[in-house]
């Protein structure tokens, strides 16, 4: 029995490594569509497409991701504000972020 368990918790682990790995190539592709849209202006497109393709549906469910449509307009509108993903997943943008929306709601 102990060995069992053994096997499904590193079964568990290894299924959790994969889905990390996936969602960085998840976050390359957002950076590389950013890179896109500041050099060619095409960024939201390039990622709707690749999210849309087989690859990238396929990608986004290994980390985890349901590949809706939902999801595609989501990522389009991360890439049209233009922020690296290092920058937007960072303790300072986040608490930036929520200091303006503080700022909002008082005014």
Known sequence: MRDFVDGTAFNNE????????????VLAALDD????????GNGPEQIARWAR????REVLSCAGIDPNERVVAGLMDFVGKGVRTSV???REESERRHAAEQDAKAA
């Open 53 to 56: 393709s087989r690859d990238g």
């Open 88 to 90: 937007a997943l960072s």
């Open 14 to 25: 290894q299924g959790n490594r994969a889905r990390k790995l996936f969602a960085a190539v």
């Open 33 to 40: 569509a950013i890179a896109d849209d500041k050099k060619y």
